[in-house]
């Protein structure tokens, strides 16, 4: 750092001597002996990401740097408030849409406004856009909606991850945004958590390699030409470090039960991420043993940036700083600054942030070498983001649009992998196709709001609004019983119940049943038994006499062992997303079942409350196959 700090200030008097000498074409470019316009430095692609920094960081005032360390949200900020307080980024939170419709022009035309403002302070640095891109571009209607990551744990693909993450990535630059908070490299240990579904597996070392291969997908290999750039996008690892191991899953709680060499093992998959090439990490909300993490030092400076290595930036959760101190906004930023937190997701109260960490610095609380390191790993991912040459939108890849077939067809074959068969007695799997009467039944069958989760259109998922009703037709898609109607012969006959009336004389049953959409803290329970609403349905065909083969919607392992003695088929279909015919493909055997559970299933809740992993109603790993 003091050879960095040398050379900043030969560079300063470097850049003064030059500023003194005759400026055109704007404040940061100088005319030589000849008086021909040299550009600046930093404004030369041609030059390396660390000489651009070096060039950049120096000209700016210290009013600028601190503009840079805040990410508003959308709806509370404008491009001239960008313009005149050099804001350095801005995020769209779950649901937070164009004002102007939700289509990707009208992202791009939003996004390109907000860097309009950036692009036209004095020394032009762009706004970097971030967004929860979680499970395809969810935000954006049309877009294609991959299975949440604890199907993609059962799948278990690391070439298809790559794949997911290439073709996530151009949905987001089809919207002029260059910035995904994802993946969540969590290894959940309690399944009341409702966050499970974010989570790959229970087990960090399958969550390394799964989310290194998205990171890989999402920004393209390190040596790729168009890392970062292009079609590909920065990704955030998330939620450094232990948002999985908290005390009963509590979202956003304590971790207690965990040694420090545990918590290691939870540190391990962002190694691996990084390696990958990872350019942003979000810090939990979570705290280990009564400390927030948001204000952990040793945890995000002396870890995360010292002995892994990370030279990104580290940018907090969503108001996450204010609750090191919820009564006292000076310390909770004074802490998290301190901590090694460079860029501030504070979407409303982004000013206060900002004469704060101003009157902070004064006081010498915050010392200004700390706001350099901030500031220069926030213009580095900007340079390596392609920002500076490319600031708005592809108009290209914005005509291309979002939701192609090419993409869908790898969101079903990401379902079709996705899907496990836990159970199959007679071999009632795979269904006939021809000649046969089949009787689907659960109003979750056919309604993507179920079909899709939380973080879909909106942040709880389901519908537009706030917690609404789960809407049928939320996105464009096939929902599991359009599948099971396309799949089966022109000889089969399908009908469909909401409540299950009507299945006596059908040769076999197909019930859906499962979980409503949830995101984060509104996925915590206490209890993880079906709803009394599927138990009913499940009642109710039983009593037919028909055979039932169960497809349980869920984000997690649900306690039904009293039930499935009635079952004659289970898979677990955990939340598919916008591909529900991946779902019938594997049903009808066009193909095989080869998804494996990448999350333990309890027997009952005590053995969740206590981790007893010992006699579980299916071990990690399991999963049948129809032959
Ligand atoms: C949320 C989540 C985080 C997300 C962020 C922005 O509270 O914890 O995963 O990226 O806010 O939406």
Not at 368 to 389: H, Y
Not at 395 to 416: C, F, M, N, P
Not at 442 to 467: E, R, V
Request: net charge neutral; glycine share 12%.
């Amino acid at each position: 750092m003091v050879k960095r700090g040398l050379k900043h200030s030969i560079l300063t008097g470097l850049t003064l001597l030059a500023l003194v000498g005759t400026s055109i074409g704007g404040p940061s470019n100088t005319v030589d002996a000849r008086g021909k316009e040299k550009i600046a430095p930093y404004k030369n692609p041609k030059l390396s990401v660390e000489k651009r920094v070096d060039d950049l960081l120096p000209r700016m005032t210290l009013d600028e740097k601190i503009g840079q360390m805040v990410q508003p949200e959308r709806n509370s900020v404008t491009a001239n408030d960008i313009k005149v307080y050099g804001i350095g980024s801005v995020l769209s939170g779950g649901g937070s849409l164009p004002t102007t419709g939700n289509k990707p022009a009208d992202w791009a035309n939003m996004v390109d406004d907000f860097q309009r403002g950036a692009r036209s302070t004095r020394l032009g640095i762009p706004i970097i856009y971030g967004i929860d891109a979680v499970h395809g571009h969810n935000n954006v209607y049309g877009a294609t909606i991959f299975p949440h990551n604890i199907g993609l744990g059962a799948a278990n693909d690391l070439k298809l991850m790559k794949r997911i993450g290439q073709a996530t990535a151009e949905e987001v630059r089809a919207t002029g945004i260059s910035y995904t908070f994802a993946p969540v490299l969590a290894a959940p240990q309690n399944i009341r958590w409702g966050r499970t579904y974010e989570g790959y597996s229970e087990d960090p070392k399958d969550t390394g390699k799964l989310g290194s291969a998205l990171v890989e997908g999402l920004q393209g290999e390190k040596n790729d030409p168009d890392f970062l750039k292009g079609k590909h996008v920065a990704a955030s690892i998330k939620h450094f470090v232990g948002d999985g191991l908290t005390e009963g899953g509590d979202d956003q709680g304590n971790v207690t039960e965990y040694t420090e060499k545990e918590i290691q093992k939870h540190i391990k998959p962002y190694k691996e991420a990084i390696k990958a090439g990872a350019r942003t990490v979000m810090v939990t909300y979570s705290s280990i043993n009564g400390l927030k993490t948001h204000g952990d030092y040793h945890m995000i400076t002396e870890v995360l940036k010292g002995e892994l290595g990370f030279t990104g930036f580290v940018i907090s959760d969503y108001n996450g700083p204010q609750q090191i101190a919820p009564n006292d906004f000076r310390e909770s930023i004074k802490r998290s600054v301190n901590a090694g937190i460079d860029l501030f997701m504070i979407p409303n109260d982004w000013r206060q942030f900002i004469t704060t960490t101003k009157e902070l610095v004064a006081k010498g609380e915050v010392s200004e070498s700390r706001i350099d390191d901030a500031v220069t790993r926030i213009l580095r991912v900007k340079f390596e983001n392609g920002l500076f040459e490319k600031p708005y939108a592809d108009q290209d890849l914005v005509a291309k649009g979002v939701g192609g077939a090419e993409h869908r067809a790898i969101a079903r074959e990401a379902v079709r992998k996705s899907q496990v068969l836990l159970k199959n007695k007679n071999h009632i799997l795979p269904l006939q196709k021809k000649n046969s009467k089949i009787f689907v039944a659960g109003k979750k069958a056919d309604n993507m709001g179920y079909q899709a989760g939380g973080w879909t259109i909106s942040w709880q998922g389901g519908s537009p609004q706030w917690m609404g009703k789960p809407e049928k037709d939320l996105i464009p898609g096939t929902t599991i019983l359009e599948g099971i109607k396309e799949k089966a012969g022109k000889n089969t006959k399908v009908d469909f119940s909401e409540d299950g009336t009507g299945a006596k004389g059908h040769d076999v049953a197909v019930v859906v049943i499962g979980e409503p959409p949830y995101a984060e803290m509104f996925g915590d329970r206490d209890d993880l038994g079906l709803l009394q609403e599927d138990i009913d349905l499940l009642n109710k065909v039983k009593a037919s006499g028909v055979p039932m083969v169960v497809l349980l919607q869920s984000g997690r392992p649900m306690i039904l062992t009293e039930q499935l003695k009635d079952m004659d088929a289970l898979v677990a279909s955990w939340l598919p997303g916008s591909e529900g015919g991946g779902v019938a493909d594997v049903l009808f055997g066009d193909y095989q079942f080869t998804g494996k559970l990448s999350f333990t299933w309890p027997r009952n809740m005590e053995q969740i409350n206590t981790h007893d992993k010992t006699n579980p109603l299916f071990k990690k790993g399991f999963g049948l196959r129809t032959k």
